[in-house]
């Protein structure tokens, strides 16, 4: 489809083990951000990349968490040690200058760690 | 990271009320502003964009106020269909940051 798109839409799994959550943006979109939505709250920046680099990881809770776009496209957060506090709705966007910043989201990958 | 902050609500409202959401935010050098819709278990939609001369789309009223650093959102003639959490937006070099979001629960 032509939205961004991000799998795996649930993803359950134990405390301590390891997760990987991808990102496909819209394409030509040259910026794409991770956010992390908990229940009852908005959307929490974590990290946003230009291309390749991450241009603001400010986000980032913990050094457990890790993103990379290595082509400038598909995106992967990495989630280590995963602990219970972590279970969240982990929301991608992506957006291009043309857009005027405005921000389209995927549907979001909800993270259960037991 | 700069504060965004919203009443949380829910605002509960009869069909074709009038409805108004503010939204505050602390970091006086940001740039754009926006409302987005958030339906229960999706990913948020862009609404509108908040101008600094105001703007308004159909029923849908945003204007920005930078001396008292706020946002506000007016709903004119509510619908069951608006029913949904309204988030608002700041951007932040290159970033946005959002409030926590205001519930609108429109009742028959």
């Known amino acids: 489809g032509a939205g961004v798109s991000q799998t795996p839409s649930n993803k359950v799994t134990e405390k301590g083990k390891y997760v990987e959550l991808r990102c496909d943006p819209i394409?030509?979109?040259?910026?794409l951000y991770w956010y992390r939505q908990s229940l009852g709250q908005g959307p929490e920046f974590l990290i946003y990349?230009?291309?390749?680099?991450?241009?603001?990881d400010s986000g980032l809770p913990n050094d457990r968490f890790f993103a990379v776009r290595p082509e400038g496209s598909v995106s992967t957060l990495k989630i280590q040690r995963t602990e219970r506090g972590d279970s969240a709705v982990y929301l991608c966007?992506?957006?291009?200058?043309?857009?005027?910043?405005?921000?389209?989201f995927g549907e979001g990958s909800r993270l259960t760690v037991l | 990271r700069k504060e965004v902050e919203q009443d949380p609500g829910p605002f509960n409202v009869p069909e074709g009320a009038t409805v108004a959401f503010n939204c505050t935010y602390s970091n006086s050098a940001s740039q754009s502003f926006f409302w987005y819709r958030q339906d229960c278990r999706k990913e948020p939609k862009l609404l509108m964009s908040v101008y600094s001369s105001g703007n308004e789309d159909g029923r849908f009223t945003a204007q920005l106020n930078r001396a008292s650093q706020y946002i506000s959102l007016l709903i004119r003639d509510s619908k069951l269909s608006d029913s949904a959490t309204y988030l608002c937006?700041?951007?932040?070099?290159?970033?946005?940051?959002f409030g926590k979001g205001t519930m609108l629960l429109v009742s028959p």
């Open positions: 966007a992506s957006s291009s200058r043309l857009a005027g910043g405005e921000l389209f």
């Open positions: 937006a700041v951007n932040e070099f290159s970033t946005l940051t």
């Open positions: 394409s030509g979109h040259t910026a």
């Open positions: 990349f230009q291309g390749t680099g991450a241009a603001d």
